[in-house]
């Protein structure tokens, strides 16, 4: 079976979904080993062994080891589910590996905030600066996205998994930014979040455990 490491509503998220939406069955079922982001456990864990950066998601299978989402999520989609993924040749090749790769601009401000206003504990203090920048960076991302969308998917096509990388970040960005200013992804976030497969990983993930509340705004200076 595949084995996945994988953090709660982390970017490993994304390979969580789209094992979902190949069938676990393909792979002979799934093995999901939790990690506890930051804490020592992982740092001593043999995730070393699997991802260079000792970060998840990585995956294992059949003597295959795999780190980086966009990594994984290309090669899985290549190998065992061609209509999630565009192909050379496709007209929508280059705009799907836009969006794959979109995905990670705005996962690395989010994981910026998440430094920033989740991890650092006292005496510890966020930066109102930095934090006013890079929230004013992901809604900018998320502006270019409301911009775009004119369909159900990211692509003409239908839905890929361009959409499937865009999940965790549409599951993280409203802790800082509120989509309320963006009623094309709110409508493509519950679209997202109809799907089985999605829902599915909902059930399995349960309620998140990382945020302390629903929204973090800017810290007065």
Request: charged share 25%.
């Amino acid at each position: 079976m595949i084995r996945l490491h994988h953090v709660q509503y982390g970017r490993s998220f994304r390979v969580l979904w789209l094992l979902e939406e190949i069938g676990i069955e393909t792979f002979g079922g799934l093995e999901v080993i939790e990690h506890q982001i930051g804490s020592a456990a992982m740092r001593e864990s043999d995730l070393g062994r699997v991802s260079p950066a000792t970060r998840i998601p990585a995956i294992e299978y059949k003597g295959l080891e795999m780190s980086e989402s966009g990594a994984i999520v290309e090669y899985l989609t290549e190998t065992y589910a061609p209509e999630l993924n565009r192909r050379i040749g496709d007209p929508e090749r280059a705009s799907w590996l836009q969006w794959v790769h979109y995905s990670e601009t705005m996962a690395s401000l989010i994981e910026q905030l998440n430094l920033q206003m989740v991890f650092l504990r006292p005496p510890a203090k966020p930066s109102p600066i930095v934090i006013k920048l890079n929230v004013a960076r992901l809604r900018q991302t998320l502006a270019g996205m409301e911009a775009r969308l004119s369909g159900d998917w990211l692509l003409p096509g239908g839905f890929s998994a361009a959409d499937i990388m865009m999940g965790f970040n549409l599951f993280a960005a409203p802790f800082y930014v509120k989509l309320d200013e963006f009623p094309k992804l709110q409508a493509y976030k519950a679209r997202m979040e109809a799907r089985p497969a999605y829902q599915r990983c909902i059930a399995r993930e349960g309620a998140q455990r990382f945020y302390a509340q629903d929204f973090y705004p800017v810290p007065e200076a």
